[in-house]
C-alpha cells in the first residue's frame, strides 16, 4: 500500500517492523492483535532502489508461530504450524505446493519388481528421492519441511542450535552457483550467497549467527543485556576462519 502523511504516527517502514514487533509484543497472540493497528507501506529502502519484498515469521516459547505477509496492499496472517518460510511467492502458495511432495518418506524405499527384475534403492535416503534440491524459495521451502520434521528431537536446547545450523547446511549457497545474467555497471558478474546463517534459543533467549567467512558459531545472550536501552547494539562479524592444523609440530607429511 503507498504511504500517506496522515498515516505517519502508525506507519512502520518493512525493515523496521522486526524490530517494532520485538520491542512491543511479548508472545505470538499479542503479534497478531497488535499488527492490526499499524500500517507498512511499501515504501522504498534506499540502499537498494526499491521496497524489498519482505516476509515475516514470528515464533514464541510456547512453540507458537505464525507467517505475516503484506499482499497487494493487504495484511495476510496465516499460522504457520511447521515454523518455516521463505522469501517467495506467498505462505499459502508454499503450504499447497507441499501437497506435491506427498509421496517422500524419512524411510528408505522399498524395492520395486518390474516384472522378472527387481529395482534396489542407490544408497541410504531413497524415501527423499525427488525432492528439489535447487536454490529457488520453493524448492527450499520443500527441503526445509521435509529435514526440519525428520530430524530427532534435541535433548537440551544447546543440541537443538547444533541441529539447527546442521539444518542449515542445505540450505547454504556458495558464491558462483547462484547468477544474475547480466553484469553490473563496473562489469562485475553479480552471484547471489548465503552471507550469514542465524538461529535463535527461545528459551534461553539467545542468538546464534556464523558468517560465509567464518563458520565459528558466535552467540549473544540477551539476558545479559540491557533490554531497555535506547539505541541499537551492533557486534561486528568481520574475520576469517581460523583453520587448525593437526599436523604435529615439526614433522612434514610425505
Not at 517494532?20 to 492490526?36: K, P, S, T
Not at 544447546?158 to 553484469?183: C, M, S, W
Not at 552471484?191 to 539467545?206: E, I, P, V
Request: charged share 20%; proline share 7%; net charge negative.
Amino acid at each position: 500500500m503507498p504511504y500517506k502523511p496522515a498515516d505517519a504516527d502508525r506507519t512502520v517502514a518493512p525493515w523496521e517492523l522486526g524490530s517494532w514487533l520485538m520491542e512491543n509484543f511479548a508472545n505470538v497472540e499479542e503479534v497478531r492483535e497488535g499488527i492490526r493497528g499499524i500500517v507498512v507501506p511499501a515504501v522504498i529502502f534506499k540502499a537498494w532502489g526499491f521496497s524489498p519484498p519482505v516476509h515475516y515469521i514470528v515464533s514464541d516459547t510456547s512453540g507458537k508461530s505464525i507467517a505475516i505477509e503484506y499482499v497487494d496492499g493487504k495484511l495476510n496472517i496465516h499460522d504457520n504450524p511447521l515454523g518455516l518460510m521463505t522469501n517467495a511467492p506467498t505462505f499459502d502458495w508454499h503450504m499447497t505446493n507441499l501437497r506435491n511432495y506427498v509421496n517422500f518418506s524419512f524411510t528408505n524405499a522399498p524395492p520395486v519388481h518390474l516384472g522378472p527384475i527387481t529395482l534396489m534403492p542407490l544408497g541410504q535416503g531413497s524415501g527423499m528421492l525427488g525432492l528439489p534440491g535447487d536454490f529457488t524459495p520453493p524448492s527450499r521451502f520443500v527441503r526445509a519441511a521435509a529435514f526440519s520434521q525428520g530430524v530427532f528431537p534435541s535433548e537440551t536446547g544447546y543440541d537443538a542450535v547444533f541441529q539447527a545450523f546442521h539444518l542449515l547446511n542445505n540450505f547454504d549457497i556458495p558464491k558462483g552457483a547462484a547468477r544474475e545474467r547480466e553484469t553490473d555497471k563496473q562489469g562485475n558478474l553479480l552471484a547471489d550467497y548465503t552471507q550469514w546463517t542465524s538461529a535463535c534459543d527461545l528459551g534461553a533467549k539467545r542468538f546464534y549467527i556464523r558468517t560465509y567467512d567464518d563458520s565459528r558459531i558466535r552467540s549473544v545472550d540477551l539476558m545479559k543485556m540491557n533490554l531497555d536501552a535506547n539505541e541499537i547494539t551492533v557486534f561486528s562479524l568481520k574475520g576469517k576462519e581460523v583453520m587448525e592444523p593437526l599436523t604435529p609440530s615439526g614433522k612434514m607429511g610425505g
